[in-house]
């Protein structure tokens, strides 16, 4: 069973404002800190690492999971919800259905980073919703953990962009999403598995340009 080693230091610190920032990064005066970015060659391997083994253990969590629902596999699972779309709006939705993507339309780190601390907060915020339903020996053993996940990558795109130890304002609001999806919990970790896919390309690409701005 994967365990609680992913849990950040702090939980539920990491926040931003999502669709009424359309995207773009809070003014100054409204982050109690001094915002510096640390993209550099240790941050963005790190970061690498985070989003690939939190994805992998995602997806084998799930597996199991979904055998206590009857499913052989997330294949299975998928094949018969195929009709049925989380319809969650995001910055990096496109991406993350794309299973061609590659992260080389990357813009610059600074915003990268803002696009997927605001996906990865919608996903949270829904997430966090919706696992307050659930039966307490699904949360305690699975949910528990994709939630854990998701923190952990918000605080490490949070550090890059200097911000792990900001106060920032925060919303309880619940991202518009489809509600009548038939396994809506399901529906919502697959999500955070394609997410954390395109967060995995993305910092592969942020790491070869630092890398070669390090070496030029």
């Known amino acids: ?6 849990i950040l230091p702090h939980r539920h610190h990491v926040h931003l404002r999502s669709a009424e920032q359309e995207h773009h990064l809070p003014p100054k005066e409204s982050v109690n800190c001094t915002v510096k970015m640390n ?6 391997a790190h970061a690498i690492n985070v989003s690939e083994t939190t ?26 919800y195929i009709l049925h779309d989380l319809d969650l709006e995001y910055p990096l939705k496109e991406a993350a259905n794309n299973s061609e993507y590659d992260g080389e339309d990357s813009g610059s780190a600074e915003e990268e980073l803002f696009k997927i601390l605001d996906s990865l907060t ?10 307050k339903s659930l039966l307490k020996d699904w949360y305690e053993c699975y ?3 994709f939630e854990d996940k998701l923190e952990h990558n918000m605080f490490v795109a949070a550090h ?18 489809n509600e009548k999806h038939p396994l809506l919990e399901f529906a919502i970790v697959h999500e955070m598995t394609r997410l954390l896919n395109v967060l995995e390309k993305k ?7 630092v890398t070669e701005a390090a070496n030029a």
């Not at 919608?122 to 696992?131: D, G, P, R, T, V």
């Not at 910092?203 to 340009?209: A, D, G, L, Q, W």
């Open 1 to 6: 069973m994967v365990g609680r080693h992913l």
């Open 39 to 44: 993209v550099t060659e240790a941050t963005t």
């Open 55 to 80: 994805r992998d253990a995602t997806i084998a969590l799930l597996k199991n999971w979904l055998k206590l629902k009857g499913f052989n596999s997330t294949e299975e699972a998928q094949r018969q």
């Open 122 to 131: 919608k996903l949270s915020q829904l997430m966090n919703h919706n696992n």
């Open 143 to 145: 949910f528990k953990h």
């Open 160 to 177: 890059m962009m200097g911000r792990e130890n900001c106060t920032m304002e925060t919303t309880n609001k619940v991202p518009d999403h």
């Open 203 to 209: 910092y592969r690409v942020m790491h070869r340009r």
